[in-house]
């Protein structure tokens, strides 16, 4: 997992991995099962934490955070051992901010993305060859570093559709050419440019996850609350987008997706609605909409930041909810029907731990 501030045709390449069941860590490891056969399990899946919060702790402070995957190669390299210590089993590549819209952005040259993100998923493997460990290797996917042509309608205020498309691919195939698990869209605001980006995914054919950033908001009718993204689209918008949309020539896009989730969430005034409370209601919300959609064979993936940021005495940036408190939640977490469960920003190796805990302390019951 990274951090939410923005600071042809493929053959074979893909191989299955032997992953440690997250029960049995120091257990002998089991047969080979790819990832696509893992969902399949009643165990949860757990996910890393926050990656650029960690990279901040360490006094690394970038103009785009990938840069570190070059930059800082070792600190990168023991993040993702830190999680994977702590208990994870899945781990997000250093690429989300990798792609060249983003690279541009940060006054980088674009040409550098490819290397970046080759870069970035060696770093996840050097860190699984370390542990001794099988664990899944997520390619993260961010969104573009602005509003795109399908949401604002032009290309004044939009970054044109055919380079969201064009940024997307090169960073979803070079990580699919890396061996990559699956590919984790994360962080997403706009359901358009989720669906732009899975219609890249699904040629590669490996698993993809979609996970939205939503926003508390209430119908002024009825006053019920909705979560939407900043693009006004609620959970049922995105599986409506999936299923009937302009970019993939009139396919169904939902049948490709295998995760669908909720991660990051950063309300600035609203406690209830941050953080863990925050993921409960959103994946609530999610499966209320699968279920009246009548999709199942979804996972539900979700990963919050720590609470709501905030500036110390020294003015450093803090998060509100502790390790503890966190994991305080995650048995409404997982009744709510999340299965893939992890941090986003300002989460740690502690906070992956507690979580480790707690689900496994949940399934005995």
């Known amino acids: 997992m990274v951090s939410c501030v923005f600071t042809g045709d493929l053959e074979g390449g893909y191989t299955e991995r032997?992953?440690?069941?997250?029960?049995?860590?120091?257990?002998?490891?089991?047969?080979?099962?790819?990832?696509?056969?893992?969902?399949?399990?009643?165990?949860?899946?757990?996910?890393?934490?926050?990656?650029?919060?960690?990279?901040?702790?360490?006094?690394?402070?970038?103009a785009n955070s990938a840069l570190a995957n070059d930059l800082h190669s070792t600190a990168v390299v023991d993040v993702h051992s830190d999680y994977i210590s702590a208990g994870a089993e899945a781990i997000g590549t250093n690429t989300f901010v990798a792609s060249p819209l983003h690279l541009e952005m940060a006054g980088q040259d674009i040409s550098d993305a490819k290397r970046l993100i080759r870069l970035a998923v060696q770093h996840v493997k050097t860190a699984v060859?370390?542990?001794?460990?099988?664990?899944?290797?997520?390619?993260?996917?961010?969104?573009?570093?602005?509003?795109?042509?399908?949401?604002?309608?032009?290309?004044?205020f939009g970054i044109p559709n055919k380079d969201v498309r064009e940024a997307h691919k090169l960073?979803?195939?070079?990580?699919?050419?890396?061996?990559?698990?699956?590919?984790?869209?994360?962080?997403?605001?706009?359901?358009?440019?989720?669906?732009?980006?899975?219609?890249?995914?699904?040629?590669?054919?490996?698993?993809?996850?979609?996970?939205?950033?939503?926003?508390?908001?209430?119908?002024?009718?009825?006053?019920?609350?909705?979560?939407?993204?900043?693009?006004?689209?609620?959970?049922?918008?995105?599986?409506?987008?999936?299923?009937?949309?302009?970019?993939?020539?009139?396919?169904?896009?939902?049948?490709?997706?295998?995760?669908?989730?909720?991660?990051?969430?950063?309300?600035?005034?609203?406690?209830?609605?941050?953080?863990?409370?925050?993921?409960?209601?959103?994946?609530?919300?999610?499966h209320s909409a699968l279920t009246e959609a009548g999709i199942d064979g979804k996972r539900m993936m979700a990963y919050p930041n720590a609470g709501m940021p905030k500036l110390d005495e020294n003015y450093e940036t803090v998060y509100t909810q502790t390790p503890t408190e966190m994991a305080s939640y995650i048995p409404a977490l997982m009744a709510a029907g999340a299965y893939l469960i992890g941090g986003c920003c300002g989460t740690t190796p502690t906070h992956i731990k507690a979580f480790r805990e707690a689900i496994a302390s949940f399934r005995s019951q």
């Open 18 to 62: 032997n992953v440690t069941p997250l029960a049995h860590l120091t257990e002998p490891q089991g047969k080979i099962k790819n990832f696509q056969e893992r969902l399949i399990s009643e165990e949860p899946i757990l996910y890393d934490g926050g990656f650029g919060s960690q990279l901040f702790a360490r006094g690394i402070e970038l």
């Open 129 to 156: 060859a370390q542990s001794g460990r099988d664990v899944y290797i997520a390619g993260s996917v961010g969104p573009s570093p602005g509003a795109i042509e399908a949401d604002s309608g032009d290309t004044t």
């Open 171 to 286: 960073v979803i195939h070079t990580l699919a050419e890396e061996g990559v698990d699956f590919l984790c869209l994360e962080t997403m605001f706009s359901a358009k440019e989720a669906a732009i980006a899975v219609d890249v995914a699904r040629e590669t054919g490996i698993p993809i996850a979609v996970n939205m950033t939503y926003k508390w908001t209430q119908e002024r009718r009825t006053r019920n609350i909705i979560y939407r993204t900043d693009w006004g689209h609620s959970p049922g918008d995105l599986l409506d987008i999936l299923m009937n949309n302009e970019f993939s020539g009139g396919n169904s896009l939902l049948e490709s997706v295998s995760i669908i989730g909720v991660n990051c969430g950063a309300e600035s005034r609203r406690d209830e609605h941050t953080g863990m409370p925050y993921a409960i209601t959103g994946t609530q919300q999610l």
